[in-house]
């Protein structure tokens, strides 16, 4: 018996479980990259070790998840692309996996006309990425042939709230939309969040997810703090995600998933 059987540990990654540094090179190019800490590598490995699981919901694809499988290896589901397509990193069995229905681009050229400032919207799959440049509030070459599983509309700084909730109330019942950065406005299908990722695993897992914990700072983990049986904000978290959240941990700046997994050893 482990220390953390029956635990289920899902974590963000941009903001959460990683952070950016960043570096200037001789010819003075000014660069950013992503890092996870030594400190946050080990406890993953640790809690792991004592029968956890622990895993990654993110918004990226799965190929990003794969980029980092050196440092950082899923012992379960990994939910990406916001909760649309769910699958296991090891033996790549496919769990759950939803497309955007086919009347989406009516839906993007919708948003787009009442949005005017959009610039650039973003059809995401698992293995592709496809960025279609807005020219006087027009979309150029929407893709119709192909299956995605999210839209994410880049807006302006100035406009994010605005547009966020402008685009809230233009999607039906079907969709949903949430923000995953300040500039990115994701739109995807009702029932595809990572809070629904959380409900999919515990079934999938029994008693091996006995007790999920969930830790994030934006937007898009709002669901899924609401739906973890613990669910954590780290201390760069938007303050709608504080308030969501059971617990407030450190920054992702101070090794934030290592000091929960201590946290958590303690109430053991």
Known sequence: MGKFDGYLLLSDFDGTLAHTEKEILPDGTKISRKVISQENRDAIRYFQAEGGLFTLATGRQPEHVAKWAEEIRPNTYVSALNGAYLYHPTNGHLLFSRTMDADFPILAKRILSECPALK??????????????IQNGEPMELPSDRDFYKMVFITPKEHSDEYSQRIAALINGRYFSMRSWINGIEVQMRGTGKGDSIARMKEALGERARVAVAVGDYENDLDMIRAADIGYAVDNAVPVLKEAADRITVSNLESAIAKIIAELEREC
Do not use: D, H, Y
């Open 120 to 133: 650039e919207v973003r059809m995401t799959a698992p293995t592709e990425e496809t960025s279609v440049v």
